[in-house]
């Protein structure tokens, strides 16, 4: 997750301080709270924040000593908010597997027209095992360019048509295809749809039979550099194990440099250029290159253990009807040192979420009048690590996924000050925008879009698993627009902490914290979990959604 620096904050705020821009200035006497928000803390946030971004919890690493007691932290106090635990256990056990790709076993070969050459390990390729537990991995076969291997009836789009690809090693484009002029909205347009994922294309490369992939990396349309891929995907990667429902997976995934695309396909004279301009159009076929594929490589394989911590506040009316609110308490544990320092805390990430659930959990309870429905809280494991613990949640779920009414995320508190917008991801993909928004607006906020759609947030949070099985879901992440600073103070904030703190020992706890923005938050995401909470409404994703056949699907067999 990547947000803002820890910078100082005047605590002298009003709410009807306009931070300049566009931005709407709130009513003089300021936004009237909801009776049923005014129980939040900012106190209370604080408190849990820097408890679990204290280094006794050693940076609350997924199977560490530090994360153990950080879990055992979150189920205590879940247990005194008021929350009854599920089946008896505050803890839902998360198994994980860790493997780790020996870099000298790497191997790339290509082989084509008399010609055989090979690529070199980070300079030019980055391979995994696609079965997180082989301890070998190895696949051979014809390279077939597939575009940008899509499979979208939704869009009537399918860069697959009837080519059988069993046994064949996919080169695949990142991102999604182009919106042309005509259809600017075509794969959400500017904004990255989960087909732009590469965790998309290695997933739909297995169910084409696919016996390797690879994503060509380009560094505009893939949002980041060649020294990302390099850095997470050489190291150890932890997975869930196999889905048995999921096909098989491809046995390498991997990156490929722009550079070797070209060279690859240079052997029989395609060129990259081209075969881009066919795979932007809806005729595009697999185009089978003739060049000959091969790749191998061992890792080192084990098992680690670490768990969600669930609460639930049962329905006074319709128990049975689930709305899940999550946040991850994970962190990346302790790592390599930066000036002396190697625990990563990780305090706004995400220890600052994870303390608003804490409060929200605690605020709700104690309402003169119970929810209609049933909330279930969810601090999620192993966020940093894929977001496993929201995924193995969905796929062995505590309470029916069918009846789970919509999912809201929280990653990140805002620990800077009020804010005039507030940003709602997934509040145009679904019929939620149309609660959020109007309560957005009682607290003197506006809906802010996303700023960098095409990097694709919303499927980088633990909201997503949830959204790809079909739960309408919401991350409320707080605004940018701060009240009394000036225009573009807040990108200032953000962009210090990615260059400075985001996953590093700087990400803190400070002195200089300020909590009327986390309230402010808060509040948001109490009123519009409890207006789902009270009302009998199935919100579901928008038409032409890519959740919305699973949804569907979901809602007509029951769970």
């Given at each position: 997750?990547?947000?803002?620096?820890?910078?100082?904050?005047?605590?002298?705020?009003?709410?009807?301080?306009?931070?300049?821009?566009?931005?709407?200035?709130?009513?003089?006497?300021?936004?009237?709270?909801?009776?049923?928000?005014?129980?939040?803390?900012?106190?209370?946030?604080?408190?849990?924040?820097?408890?679990?971004?204290?280094?006794?919890?050693?940076?609350?690493?997924?199977?560490?000593?530090?994360?153990?007691?950080?879990?055992?932290y979150?189920?205590?106090?879940?247990?005194?908010?008021?929350?009854?635990?599920?089946?008896?256990?505050?803890?839902?056990?998360?198994?994980?597997?860790?493997?780790?790709?020996?870099?000298r076993?790497?191997?790339?070969?290509?082989?084509?027209?008399?010609?055989?050459?090979?690529?070199?390990?980070?300079?030019?390729?980055?391979?995994?095992?696609?079965?997180?537990?082989?301890?070998?991995s190895?696949?051979?076969?014809?390279?077939?360019?597939?575009?940008y291997?899509v499979?979208?009836?939704?869009?009537?789009?399918?860069?697959f048509?009837?080519?059988?690809?069993?046994?064949?090693?996919?080169?695949?484009?990142?991102?999604?295809?182009?919106?042309?002029?005509?259809?600017?909205?075509?794969?959400?347009?500017?904004?990255?749809?989960?087909?732009?994922?590469?965790?998309?294309?290695?997933?739909?490369?297995?169910?084409?039979?696919?016996?390797?992939?690879?994503?060509?990396?380009d560094?505009?349309?893939?949002?980041?550099?060649?020294?990302?891929?390099?850095?997470?995907?050489?190291?150890?990667?932890?997975?869930?194990?196999?889905?048995?429902?999921?096909?098989?997976?491809?046995?390498?995934?991997?990156?490929?440099?722009?550079?070797?695309?070209?060279?690859i396909?240079?052997?029989?004279?395609?060129?990259?250029?081209?075969?881009?301009?066919?795979?932007?159009?809806?005729?595009?076929?697999?185009?089978?290159?003739?060049?000959?594929?091969?790749t191998?490589?061992?890792s080192a394989?084990?098992?680690?253990?670490?768990?969600?911590?669930?609460?639930?506040?049962?329905?006074?009316?319709?128990?049975?009807?689930?709305?899940?609110?999550?946040?991850?308490?994970?962190?990346?544990?302790?790592?390599?040192?930066?000036?002396?320092?190697?625990?990563?805390?990780?305090?706004?990430?995400?220890a600052?979420?994870?303390?608003?659930?804490?409060?929200?959990?605690?605020?709700?309870?104690?309402?003169?009048?119970?929810?209609?429905?049933?909330?279930?809280?969810?601090?999620?494991?192993?966020?940093?690590?894929?977001?496993?613990?929201?995924?193995?949640?969905?796929?062995?779920?505590l309470?029916?996924?069918?009846?789970?009414?919509?999912?809201?995320?929280?990653?990140?508190?805002?620990?800077?000050?009020?804010?005039?917008?507030?940003?709602?991801?997934g509040?145009?993909?679904?019929?939620?925008?149309?609660?959020?928004e109007?309560?957005?607006?009682?607290?003197?906020?506006?809906?802010?879009p996303?700023?960098?759609?095409?990097?694709?947030?919303?499927?980088?949070?633990?909201?997503?698993?949830?959204?790809?099985?079909?739960?309408?879901?919401?991350?409320?992440?707080?605004?940018?627009?701060y009240?009394?600073?000036?225009?573009?103070?807040?990108?200032?904030?953000?962009?210090?902490?990615?260059?400075?703190?985001?996953?590093?020992?700087?990400?803190?706890?400070?002195?200089?914290?300020?909590?009327?923005?986390?309230?402010?938050?808060?509040?948001?995401?109490?009123?519009?979990?409890?207006?789902?909470?009270n009302?009998?409404?199935?919100?579901?994703?928008?038409?032409?959604?890519?959740?919305?056949?699973?949804?569907?699907?979901?809602?007509?067999?029951?769970?």
């Open positions: 997750m990547i947000r803002h620096s820890m910078l100082p904050l005047l605590t002298a705020l009003v709410l009807n301080a306009c931070a300049g821009g566009d931005a709407p200035p709130a009513d003089a006497e300021g936004p009237v709270v909801d009776p049923a928000a005014s129980g939040i803390q900012g106190a209370d946030i604080e408190r849990h924040l820097r408890t679990l971004s204290d280094d006794r919890f050693q940076g609350r690493g997924p199977g560490s000593e530090g994360g153990d007691a950080a879990i055992q979150v189920a205590e106090q879940f247990a005194a908010a008021g929350l009854e635990p599920v089946d008896g256990s505050w803890l839902q056990a998360v198994p994980m597997i860790g493997n780790t790709p020996d870099p076993s790497a191997t790339l070969r290509i082989a084509g027209e008399g010609e055989v050459f090979d690529g070199v390990f980070r300079d030019d390729f980055v391979i995994w095992a696609g079965d997180p537990e082989a301890r070998s190895s696949a051979s076969g014809e390279l077939v360019f597939v575009g291997g499979s979208a009836p939704e869009n009537q789009w399918d860069d048509g009837d080519v059988d690809l069993t046994g064949k090693v996919l080169m695949i484009l990142v991102s999604d295809p182009p919106a042309p002029a005509d259809e600017p909205d075509l794969f959400g347009g500017r904004a990255m749809t989960y087909y732009g994922r590469w965790t998309y294309k290695f997933e739909e490369a297995a169910r084409q039979g696919a016996a390797a992939a690879f994503v060509v990396h560094t505009e349309p893939a949002g980041y550099g060649w020294n990302v891929v390099t850095g997470s995907w050489t190291g150890e990667q932890f997975s869930l194990p196999a889905d048995p429902g999921a096909p098989a997976p491809v046995a390498v995934e991997g990156w490929l440099t722009l550079r070797l695309a070209e060279e396909l240079g052997v029989t004279g395609l060129e990259i250029e081209e075969l881009q301009a066919q795979a932007a159009r809806r005729d595009f076929q697999p185009v089978a290159t003739g060049i000959q594929v091969s191998s490589l061992t394989v084990r098992t680690v253990d670490t768990h969600n911590v669930v609460g639930v506040l049962r329905g006074g009316e319709r128990p049975d009807e689930i709305i899940t609110l999550t946040s991850h308490h994970d962190h990346l544990g302790v790592g390599e040192p930066v000036n002396g320092d190697a625990i990563y805390n990780g305090a706004y990430d995400n600052s979420g994870t303390a608003m659930l804490i409060e929200l959990a605690d605020a709700i309870s104690h309402l003169d009048a119970r929810p209609a429905r049933s909330l279930l809280f969810i601090a999620t494991a192993a966020e940093e690590q894929g977001l496993l613990g929201a995924e193995w949640y969905v796929q062995n779920p309470y029916p996924l069918a009846r789970t009414v919509a999912e809201i995320n929280m990653d990140g508190a805002n620990l800077w000050g009020e804010t005039d917008d507030v940003i709602a991801m509040a145009d993909r679904s019929e939620l925008g149309a609660v959020v109007p309560r957005a607006a009682e607290l003197g906020m506006y809906l802010a996303d700023a960098e759609p095409e990097k694709g947030f919303f499927f980088r949070s633990d909201h997503f698993p949830f959204a790809k099985a079909g739960v309408p879901a919401l991350y409320i992440e707080h605004g940018r627009v009240r009394n600073r000036p225009e573009g103070w807040g990108q200032q904030v953000l962009d210090d902490f990615t260059a400075n703190r985001y996953h590093g020992p700087a990400d803190e706890y400070l002195e200089e914290f300020v909590f009327e923005g986390a309230v402010q938050q808060a509040q948001l995401i109490l009123l519009t979990t409890l207006d789902l909470a009302s009998d409404a199935w919100p579901n994703w928008n038409e032409g959604s890519e959740f919305r056949a699973a949804r569907d699907a979901m809602m007509m067999g029951g769970g």
